[in-house]
């Protein structure tokens, strides 16, 4: 069987029959029709020379990607702990930098970036965020290169009075995980 030319397909000629599928008209040789001999077969070719051509492809499966749904989960427990630091004078990832250093001491930029998960970029705007508040301050370091980072003692102050916040937020996030199919991580005890 030919298939018609696209000169043909864009005038259907009255011996022709159009097929509709995603929005796109394709003649059908009648003559075809007329050979098979009836409606059902006529549908069956119908559908198989439909089914032929290309279609686009389907992005359905990426509703469900690994990526994408825990951006989405990491989204949710986040702002479920800014709503519980608004009183605080804190955004969550400013007290998580705070408490990083007050359990660890100084460190540097890049060692807190490793224990913070935190690219430098968006820590180094947190970090410079923190310093003009004087919550924590650079230290004096014999490389140079190396800018070791302290919480100060109002620092200090501020995230302890914070710590409340935290631990209501961390006390409530539970609901938060389930609703994306998530459990709460083992609690690590204080020591």
């Known amino acids: 069987m030919s298939f018609p030319s696209r000169e043909r397909l864009a005038a259907p000629s009255s011996d022709r029959l159009r097929i509709t599928h995603h929005s796109r008209q394709t003649a059908f040789p009648k003559r075809a029709q007329r ?3 009836g409606p059902l077969l006529t549908g069956l070719i119908k559908s198989v020379y439909t089914r032929m ?3 686009a492809p389907s992005f ?3 509703q469900a990607c690994a ?7 990491s989204r949710a427990v986040t702002q479920h702990y800014e709503r519980h630091f608004r009183g605080s004078g804190l955004r969550a990832t400013q007290f998580t930098i705070l408490a990083t250093l007050a359990q660890a001491g100084p460190l540097s930029i890049s060692e807190l970036s490793d224990q913070l998960g935190i690219d430098r970029t968006t820590l180094s705007r947190n970090l410079r965020l923190i310093e003009d508040q004087g919550w924590i301050s650079a230290l004096a370091h014999g490389d140079q290169r190396v800018r070791k980072m302290a919480l100060s003692p109002r620092g200090r102050k501020k995230a302890s009075a914070a710590l409340a916040f935290w631990k209501q937020a961390d006390t409530s996030v539970e609901p938060v995980l389930r609703r994306f199919g ?3 991580r083992p609690m690590v005890r204080a020591e």
């Open 182 to 184: 998530l459990q709460s």
């Open 53 to 55: 051509r290309p279609s």
């Open 60 to 62: 359905k499966a990426c």
């Open 67 to 73: 990526c994408s749904a825990l951006r989405r989960a």
């Open 35 to 37: 050979k098979l001999n």
